[in-house]
């Protein structure tokens, strides 16, 4: 239950952090979210520390769809063996909305497969911005 707590404390902060970088972004800038750019959150995306993985997560989902770049990182992360990483990455894919469309197969692989079934109904939640024709009939 704590970890939920944090989880939504650390995401509600995120947001509420990067939508200044979606203006720096659209002057051709590199995103920036607590001083680092997109390109250092992508790199933690692949760190040793699970906890790393999951602020960098959090991170890229606060910059929204100027955070189009990590797509490719995100869809790879889907991936972690922890639960929570692959959580606050489908967060944040739905934060980039159409232009991860790319993630889509895998998200909707997920809302089968994924043992997990807040990450499952996460997915699902990310298709809904990303994509919602994809979750026709379903």
Do not use: C
Not at 23 to 45: M, T
């Amino acid at each position: 239950m704590l970890t939920r707590a944090l989880g939504a404390l650390t995401l509600i902060l995120a947001l509420s952090a990067g939508r200044a970088s979606a203006q720096e972004a659209a002057k051709g800038q590199e995103p920036v979210s607590r001083g680092r750019p997109l390109s250092a959150w992508i790199a933690d995306l692949k760190a040793a520390a699970p906890a790393t993985r999951n602020a960098a997560a959090y991170e890229i989902a606060s910059l929204g769809p100027a955070a189009k770049p990590a797509v490719p990182a995100l869809i790879e992360a889907l991936d972690d063996p922890e639960a929570a990483v692959r959580f606050p990455v489908t967060v944040a894919l739905g934060e980039i909305g159409p232009d991860a469309a790319a993630a889509v197969p895998r998200l909707k692989q997920m809302m089968f497969e994924e043992i997990n079934d807040e990450i499952a109904a996460a997915a699902r939640r990310a298709i809904r911005h990303i994509q919602p024709s994809a979750l026709a009939g379903q």
